[in-house]
């Protein structure tokens, strides 16, 4: 799994690099199929106070990119929310991949009695 942090118009700090590693901890540990997860953390010189600190991440899965991105006025609660928000599409998505197609009764070899 290639793992890429970066920030823009911000210097990702250990600790912040830490947080999102264990942050993210609990999604690869859900679903093991991750190809690739880019994360961006901005800051954005908005007039509006609110909403300036913007957390992005996108994984690649096997067949499909996820997307998912979270603005707070706090960068560590976006990365919360952003987590929040990715663990449950990675869910969605590992629902969707799992095989729920069961044999039917006509295909069993079953020796007639």
Same mark, same amino acid.
């Given at each position: 799994m290639n793992l890429t942090i970066s920030g823009h118009h =911000? @210097?990702?700090?250990?600790? $912040? #690099? @830490? +947080?999102? $590693?264990?942050? =993210?901890? %609990?999604?690869? %540990?859900?679903?093991?199929?991750?190809?690739?997860i880019n994360v961006l953390l901005t800051v954005e010189k908005q007039k509006e106070k609110e909403r300036r600190q913007k957390a992005e991440v996108t994984v690649h899965v096997k067949g499909r990119d996820i997307f998912v @991105?979270?603005?707070? @006025?706090?960068?560590?609660?976006?990365?919360?929310?952003?987590?929040?928000?990715?663990? #449950?599409?990675v869910g %969605? +998505?590992?629902e969707k991949v799992q095989d729920h197609h069961h044999a039917s009764a006509k295909r069993l070899d079953v020796p007639a009695p």
């Open positions: =911000l @210097e990702v700090t250990p600790a $912040l #690099r @830490e +947080y999102v $590693l264990t942050k =993210l901890d %609990r999604v690869t %540990r859900h679903f093991d199929q991750v190809v690739d @991105e979270q603005a707070n @006025e706090d960068l560590y609660a976006a990365i919360d929310q952003l987590m929040d928000k990715l663990d #449950r599409q %969605r +998505y590992k």
